[in-house]
């Protein structure tokens, strides 16, 4: 089994910065394609980036493409999200997805991935 735990999330202003952290424990834990999601208040939960188990490989959604970059320390397990000039609209829970499979630019939905982390809250205010 895998357990994911997000940290780093938090409240800031428009144009700052945070780092979410994703680590990675269990028995499957090595050799995991990570994805990022979100879900604001009374919407769907949507993709936000995504790479893959070497990390030669990601993907982020349009509207964070040159404000998010995703990145990852495989000797920690542990995956980040750096989130630059954050906008009002990028308010909401983020969760850490992984699975096992070969990695995919297309593995955008929520049913691309297998194992969920708890979720952590970014705030950002104007």
């Known amino acids: 089994q895998v357990q994911l735990v997000e940290s780093g999330g938090g409240s800031v202003q428009a144009g700052g910065s945070l780092r979410l952290s994703c680590e990675a424990s269990g028995r499957a834990s090595t050799n995991l394609a990570v994805g990022w999601f979100r879900q604001a208040p009374g919407k769907e939960r949507e993709f936000v980036a995504s790479?893959?188990?070497?990390?030669?490989?990601?993907n982020v959604v349009d509207s964070a493409q040159g404000r998010f970059t995703i990145a990852r320390d495989s000797g920690k397990n542990t995956v980040y999200l750096q989130m630059n000039n954050l906008k009002q609209e990028d308010t909401a829970v983020y969760y850490c997805?992984?699975?096992?499979?070969?990695?995919?630019?297309?593995?955008?939905?929520?049913?691309?991935?297998?194992?969920w982390g708890q979720g952590t809250q970014v705030t950002v205010s104007s």
């Open positions: 997805a992984a699975t096992g499979r070969l990695y995919s630019k297309g593995y955008v939905t929520t049913t691309s991935y297998d194992y």
């Open positions: 790479i893959s188990q070497r990390g030669s490989s990601s």
